[in-house]
């Protein structure tokens, strides 16, 4: 897979409200002792949820 500049996760990050959003991401994933994209998994899967009740 080719990864373009910024791209993490499989998302691209450009731009500083981008980057300050990587950077909560990181944070969690950090204080939940998974990796940034387990993290990012999660946090899609428990939207997606919350979306349906």
């Keep these: 897979m080719k990864k373009e500049h910024g791209q993490v ?3 691209i ?3 500083p409200d981008d ?5 909560q ?4 994933a950090e204080e ?3 990796t940034v994209s387990a993290a ?3 946090l899609v899967i ?5 979306t349906k009740s």
Excluded: D, E, F
């Excluded at 980057?19 to 950077?23: D, E, H, I, K, T």
């Excluded at 428990?46 to 919350?50: D, K, P, R």
């Design 40 to 42: 990012a998994k999660q």
């Design 46 to 50: 428990q939207a997606l949820n919350n």
């Design 19 to 23: 980057l300050a959003a990587y950077q």
């Design 9 to 11: 996760t499989g998302i």
């Design 32 to 34: 939940h002792h998974l």
């Design 13 to 15: 990050w450009r731009g």
């Design 25 to 28: 991401l990181r944070v969690y």
